[in-house]
Each structure stands twice: as structure tokens, then as C-alpha cells.
């Protein structure tokens, strides 16, 4: 049986840019292993000029999110400080009568900081002994067969667990200071 190549949004900082196209090259366009969907250089997508966040966010959904199912936020050392990547994460999780949020997977960059973006953070399990959550996170892919079984699980949590997502209304509204 073939793999199903689901369509994945791309979340992360920009400084983390080179590390995000080798990841989609790696792993979309070698590999197959999903379809990537995002704002990067290895992604097809326009840039969106606007300080307006309700437009942005508007336009992430509808250009972006609208047919992905996966959000994959890549996690380099100041992912958590980006409001960006905040807004999409609100976004993807957003639930609405006709649409189903999308499952959502952290994956570290080797730049990693052992941070989390505080939305994505609010989605783990922090309790001892761990009850079930919404989100899960990962080490960098050591093969493509571990990063399809991650994806294919945050695809499925998306109906099995979303009675357990955290998603309070107020944005960040500034990027964070990250040294």
C-alpha cells in the first residue's frame, strides 16, 4: 500500500532559512515524504506585505493552511520568540463548523534552543504522569520512514485528540528578544 504524501504548512523563524530549505529538500522534494506548503524559498507561496495581523493571518489560511493538514513547526533556536510562527500555530489550530484543524508536529533544527513557542508548548502534556495531548515534537528525522509515521500521526490526532487543543484567542503581538 502506498504512502499517502500529506500536505504539510511549514512553520519557522527566518533565521533559520538555510536549515528549512534543506529540510524540504530533503524530505519533500528527494524523498516524497510530504508536500510542503509555506512562505520559504523552497516553497511555493508570496510573500505577504501587510502590518495588518487579521489580513495576514487571513491570507495564511486561505492561500496556505486552506488545504494543508499538518503543520510542521520547525524548531530553531528563536522559533519561540517569532509572533509569526505564533499566528500560524493559532491559526492551524483553529476549528471551525466545516473545517477540522490540522495536526500539529515540532520538529528541532540542530540550532534548536530547548524552547518552545508558548501556543505549541500549551498543546504538550507537562504533566507527571504524562496524560494525553494534542501536539507532538521530534528530534531531526534520522530516516524518512520516522518523519512520515510523525506526520501520519499528527494527520490522525487531528480528529482522535482535538477535543484536547489549546488555543486561547490573544496573539503575541511582538517578536520576543532571543540572544
Known amino acids: 500500500m502506498a504512502t499517502v504524501r500529506r500536505k504539510c504548512f511549514i512553520s519557522y523563524h527566518h533565521a533559520d532559512q538555510d536549515a528549512v530549505n534543506q529540510f524540504v529538500?530533503?524530505?519533500?522534494?528527494?524523498?516524497?515524504?510530504f508536500i510542503a506548503r509555506g512562505l520559504g524559498e523552497e516553497m511555493p507561496g508570496d510573500?505577504?506585505?501587510?502590518?495588518?495581523?487579521?489580513y495576514v493571518m487571513a491570507k495564511i489560511r486561505e492561500r496556505f493552511l486552506a488545504?494543508?493538514?499538518?503543520?510542521?513547526?520547525?524548531?530553531?533556536?528563536?522559533?519561540?520568540?517569532?509572533?509569526?510562527?505564533?499566528w500560524e500555530i493559532q491559526s492551524s489550530l483553529r476549528r471551525g463548523q466545516y473545517s477540522t484543524p490540522n495536526g500539529l508536529l515540532g520538529i528541532k533544527l540542530p540550532s534548536y534552543s530547548g524552547s518552545f513557542?508558548?501556543?505549541?508548548?500549551?498543546?504538550?502534556?507537562?504533566?507527571?504522569?504524562?496524560?494525553?495531548?494534542?501536539?507532538?515534537?521530534?528530534?531531526?528525522?534520522?530516516?524518512?520512514?520516522?518523519?512520515?509515521?510523525?506526520i501520519e500521526e499528527a494527520y490522525q490526532r487531528r480528529?482522535?485528540?482535538?477535543?484536547?487543543?489549546?488555543?486561547p484567542r490573544a496573539r503575541m503581538s511582538y517578536n520576543r528578544q532571543c540572544q
Do not use: K
Open 25 to 33: 529538500r530533503d524530505f519533500d522534494q528527494a524523498h516524497n515524504c
Open 47 to 54: 510573500v505577504i506585505n501587510s502590518n495588518n495581523t487579521d
Open 117 to 150: 513557542p508558548e501556543r505549541f508548548n500549551q498543546n504538550l502534556s507537562s504533566d507527571f504522569p504524562r496524560i494525553d495531548c494534542y501536539a507532538r515534537h521530534m528530534s531531526y528525522p534520522s530516516s524518512t520512514s520516522a518523519l512520515v509515521d510523525a
Open 67 to 86: 488545504d494543508s493538514t499538518v503543520t510542521i513547526v520547525l524548531l530553531g533556536r528563536c522559533t519561540w520568540a517569532r509572533r509569526y510562527v505564533d
Open 159 to 167: 480528529t482522535t485528540h482535538q477535543n484536547l487543543i489549546v488555543n
